[in-house]
């Protein structure tokens, strides 16, 4: 079993920042990527970032296209933590964010489904 927890999620106004935090805590050795998503209300919940997790340097990410150069994912290996600064922020980032896990076995990297383990989520609102 692995568990999450994030936090860190606010009301901000448009242009500024957060940063979000996901502990990562149990059989850690069994998920590879951990990633970034959300859900905004009537919407599908989507894929924000994504990293390998548990190796210091890594430069397997992905972000989505809208937040490409405002957001970073990154990660305290030693720690078990992954992070999402959020930088210059929209009113369409409104949403509820959700830290995820998945297991080495797990499916199409992109796919909710894929991800076997989920955080409680943490509201992030915009206001213009």
């Known amino acids: 079993q692995v568990h999450l927890v994030e936090s860190g999620g606010g009301s901000i106004q448009a242009g500024g920042s957060l940063r979000l935090s996901c502990a990562v805590s149990?059989?850690?050795?069994?998920?590879?990527?951990v990633a970034w998503f959300r859900q905004a209300p009537g919407k599908e919940r989507e894929q924000v970032a994504r990293?390998?997790?548990?190796?210091?340097?890594?430069?397997?990410?992905y972000y989505l296209e809208s937040v490409k150069g405002r957001f970073i994912i990154s990660q305290d290996t030693a720690i078990n933590s992954v992070y999402l600064q959020m930088n210059t922020l929209e009113p369409e980032d409104t949403a509820m964010y959700y830290c995820?896990?998945?297991?080495?076995?797990?499916?199409?990297?992109?796919?909710?489904?894929?991800?076997?383990?989920w955080g409680q989520g943490t509201q992030v609102t915009v206001s213009s």
């Open positions: 990293v390998l997790f548990g190796i210091p340097s890594a430069r397997d990410t």
């Open positions: 149990g059989y850690t050795h069994t998920i590879n990527y």
């Open positions: 995820a896990a998945r297991k080495r076995d797990g499916g199409a990297l992109w796919m909710p489904e894929s991800y076997r383990y």
